[in-house]
């Protein structure tokens, strides 16, 4: 049974039209970075390819993560290759969906 683990809310201070290719970057690097705060291993590997972006080993064994980012609301979707990934890996298989915030602090 899938499980909630947390919920990710990135504002930094100043931010300007930011292309998709950059959320999907900084999407990428918070959850690298929240899989090295739980202890595991993250490795990157969203260029080959294989269904999810990233594969993280710990003490628990190997999770297959998908990465999806958006700049705001909006509907994300599992390619084929994402969705036969998550059936064959199952309970290893995660989705980390997030929506970045950005502020725009207008200086006075």
């Not at 930094?12 to 999407?27: L, Q, S």
């Amino acid at each position: 049974m899938p499980e909630f683990l947390t919920v990710i809310r990135v504002i930094p201070e100043k931010a300007e039209m930011i292309e998709d290719e950059e959320i999907e970057r900084i999407g990428m690097k918070v959850a690298m970075e929240y899989e090295r705060s739980q202890g595991r291993i993250p490795e990157d590997v969203s260029k080959e390819n294989l269904g999810f972006d990233i594969r993280s080993k710990g003490p628990d064994g190997v999770r297959y993560i998908e990465v999806k980012a958006r700049a705001g609301e909006g509907e994300i979707a599992l390619i084929p290759n994402e969705w036969f990934k998550a059936k064959r890996f199952k309970d290893q298989y995660y989705l980390y969906s997030m929506v970045l915030l950005f502020l725009l602090f207008l200086e006075r």
